[in-house]
């Protein structure tokens, strides 16, 4: 089983920081050193959407276009946390934002942007920006 806990939202005012954390724990993830970590977010309304991601195996960490240069996806693997930097926010980028992993992820390869390919997720939390 893999358990997923995200945390570090909270209300920030526009130009503001928050840092998310994700941890992950579990016999499944614990038994593998490739895995895909990916933030998404998901604004009342609309459909979620992909932020980052970042492979444990693979350097490349792709942004949606809204957040690049804003936001930074980072890991400490040693510890199983990814991170989510988010500076300068934005009121649009008021959401709940969700951690989501998938293990094994395949040794090499670049993370994954869609939703479909994550099986555990957590039960996100809420980022909101005021203007």
């Known amino acids: 089983e893999v358990q997923v806990v995200e945390s570090g939202g909270g209300l920030v005012q526009a130009g503001g920081s928050l840092r998310l954390s994700c941890v992950v724990s579990?016999?499944?993830?614990?038994?593998?050193?490739?895995?895909?970590i990916a933030w998404f977010r998901q604004a009342p309304g609309k459909e979620r959407e992909v932020v980052s991601c970042?492979?444990?195996?693979?350097?490349?960490?792709p942004y949606a276009d809204s957040v690049k240069g804003r936001f930074t996806i980072s890991s400490d693997n040693g510890k199983k946390v990814v991170y989510l930097q988010m500076n300068n926010l934005k009121p649009e980028d008021t959401a709940n934002y969700y951690c989501?992993?998938?293990?094994?992820w395949g040794v090499g390869l670049e993370c994954g942007v869609f939703q479909f390919e994550y099986e555990y997720w957590g039960q996100g939390t809420q980022v909101t920006v005021s203007s």
């Open positions: 579990g016999s499944i993830f614990d038994a593998h050193d490739d895995y895909s």
């Open positions: 970042i492979s444990s195996t693979d350097g490349r960490t």
């Open positions: 989501a992993v998938e293990v094994p």
